[in-house]
């Protein structure tokens, strides 16, 4: 059966947020806190190397209307890097989304079932389908009304390879009380993402408000199911994390606004990994004016470009 992680948000996730809020109000243990962190590391990497993390990614290519070949040879419109043969089959694009029709005597795969021709349902919708070759599989993507082939490698070398992640040393200030200070209505946020022309707009229930260092700092917050979410830059961000900056979680508060920002969970978005994810990058507002040195630093030696 076919297993789909969140672009954003991950179940072992939400629960290392859940556990970090709940010592909010309580004694804080910082050994606790700190094993707390180790733990939510290791969950993230683990999740990095899931078959359909974001480290099996090795193609992202746009697609108009119109039909596209496809597969290893130059001659293709679309070609396909890893282990693909010479000539798999064509797209063809619509308004409605994507079709694929197989070349003859090719093993491609829906489900473990071979096909000869399939719509691809994209994986913003209820049942988005994946396609298989070997060790191929792809998938549609939409944003904002274009679509993509997404390809990746299960067999990627870059994945046995990846790690361990780079982090600052675990610090509790940087673990803070943060106050949601609520618009009179949600807005859309318009966020820029790291694809040229393609914005991320999330629902934004307020800004949340801390301090750090005796200072007061706040960071617009977008609601991700049960979730607030972040995307916010630092002075980090000019040497030492992800320059488009980096993402953090925390559990939506209850009527008296209260939550926690744990930067040691902060972390970098696919797009630190490889060219082929769609992630937004830190609008000027959420860009602090202090370094936060907690949570996931960038190492460019763990970014891939594939050779076309």
Not at 159 to 170: M, T
Not at 301 to 306: E, G, L, M, P, R
Request: aromatic residues 12%.
């Amino acid at each position: 059966m076919k297993k789909r992680l969140t672009v954003w948000l991950t179940a072992p996730l939400i629960a290392a947020i859940l556990a970090s809020c709940s010592q909010s109000g309580a004694t804080f243990d910082a050994s606790a806190h700190a094993q707390e962190v180790l733990e939510w590391r290791a969950g993230r990497m683990q999740r990095l190397k899931d078959p359909y993390g974001y480290l099996t990614q090795i193609g992202l290519y746009w697609l108009e209307t119109g039909t596209y070949s496809f597969g290893s040879a130059e001659t293709n419109n679309v070609v396909f890097d890893g282990n693909a043969p010479p000539d798999i089959g064509v797209f063809t694009v619509t308004d409605d989304g994507v079709s694929m029709t197989v070349s003859p005597g090719i093993d491609v795969r829906s489900d473990g079932v071979q096909v000869d021709e399939i719509e691809i349902a994209a994986d913003t919708t209820e049942h988005g389908v994946t396609i298989t070759y070997g060790s191929l599989a792809w998938t549609v993507v939409e944003r904002a009304g274009r679509y993509g082939v997404r390809l990746r490698d299960f067999e990627h070398p870059f994945v046995e390879s990846f790690g361990p992640l780079p982090y600052f040393d675990i610090d509790p200030a940087f673990r803070v009380e943060a106050t949601l200070r609520r618009y009179d209505e949600p807005k859309i946020a318009n966020v820029g993402t790291v694809i040229e022309g393609l914005g991320y707009h999330p629902s934004s229930p307020g800004v949340v408000e801390f301090e750090i260092g005796g200072q007061t700092y706040d960071l617009e917050a977008y609601t991700s199911g049960d979730s607030l979410f972040y995307v916010f830059g630092d002075r980090t961000s000019e040497d030492a994390t992800y320059g488009a900056g980096r993402f953090l979680y925390s559990i939506t508060p209850g009527e008296d606004g209260k939550t926690v920002l744990d930067f040691n969970k902060s972390y970098s978005p696919p797009c630190a990994f490889n060219d082929f994810s769609t992630c937004p990058v830190a609008s000027p507002r959420n860009r602090l004016p202090i370094r936060i040195e907690a949570g996931e630093k960038y190492d460019p030696k763990f970014h891939y470009s594939a050779m076309h």
